[in-house]
Structure formats: structure tokens, C-alpha cells
């Protein structure tokens, strides 16, 4: 009966220790499993911050394709282009200065585009030099102005 009290007492032992390290152990995998989920949690809010101000920054850009369109729908057939550069305007945020060369068969059609360009409001500020005018045909010229963007 005492060897028997005895084992009793190594089992009871030994079960109170192996329940006390699987606790131990289920404590430290919800640790481990909590720390892995915050760490993912932070990733997944850095992205989300990351991806915020991309969108904000890519919000801010103005479409410059419109502007592209807009000023390759007033340019009559006999114009073709050879450079066309946007800048921003430093003063006036929502404008852009626009300077282009190109190549007009008549100054009756560069006329036209002068005219295309001063009847929409978009275009301010039309600069032709006077050097565009001289020759009546077989023209390269230069043109600056403002656009706006929105």
C-alpha cells in the first residue's frame, strides 16, 4: 500500500508538471502565434499606408493625355508636329506651358491653327513669332502657350 501511495504520488507529480509545461508551451504558441499575427498585422498596415499615399500622389498628377487629345484635335491635316514638350506652370498650378515645332504646307493652314487655338478658352497666352508668317508656304514654326489642365 506505501508503494502504491507512493506511485500515486510520482504520477499526481509528474501529471501537475506535464499539464504545468503544456500550459507553459500552449502559452508561448499563442504568444509566438500573436506576435506573428501583429507582425502581420503591421506588414499589412505599412502596405496600406505605402498604397495611401500612392494613391494621393498619383491623384495630385493632372491627365496629360487630354491635353495630348485636346491639342491633336485642333491641328488641322496639313500641320504635322515635330516636338511637343508640357511644362508645369510654377504660378498657375492648374496650367501648363506648352511649346511645339513643326511643319505647316501653308500659312493659310497655320493661320487655321492660330484660329483653332485662340476660339478655346483652355489655350491662353498663343505666341506664334513673327518669322512663322514670312514665308507663304513650306513653314516650320514655333508656337508657345498655356493650357489648363483641369
Known sequence: ?????????????????????KTLADCEVRKFETLEFQNIEKEISAANEELARLVAFYEKQPLIAPIFKKISEIVPEEIYLNSLSLNPNKDKKDRFQVSMTGHSETREALLEFKKNLESDLIFQGIYFPPSDWVKPSDINFSASFEISHD
Open 1 to 21: 500500500a506505501a508503494l502504491a501511495a507512493v506511485l500515486f504520488s510520482i504520477d499526481t507529480y509528474i501529471s501537475g508538471r506535464a499539464d504545468y509545461y
